[in-house]
């Protein structure tokens, strides 16, 4: 297993899945009721945002990481069978 690919897989994912817990974060802030007057405080947003950027990166992380180690596994095993 080439672990330069799949440590490369795993960030370039990461980020992707951090800019997608940014996005939902920021969706998910504004989501209120336009017949409501509501206020979320300022450490609250970012505190929401952040724990969601995270959450997505170390998911991205995760899936792009597996998914490299599972492809980096199966090629030689495939060729085997040729």
Not at 11 to 30: D, K, P, Q
Not at 45 to 68: D, N, P, T
Request: hydrophobic letters at 45%; charged letters at 15%; proline letters at 2%.
């Amino acid at each position: 297993m080439n672990f330069r690919i799949v440590l490369l897989s795993g960030i370039v994912c990461a980020l992707i899945g951090s800019v997608f817990g940014w996005g939902l974060g920021e969706i998910a802030l504004r989501q209120h009721s336009s017949q409501m007057n509501s206020y979320v405080s300022l450490p609250y947003r970012k505190l929401y945002g952040r724990r969601l950027l995270w959450i997505g990166a170390v998911v991205g992380f995760a899936v792009g990481a597996g998914q490299a180690g599972i492809l980096s596994q199966r090629r030689p095993h495939d060729d085997d069978h040729r």
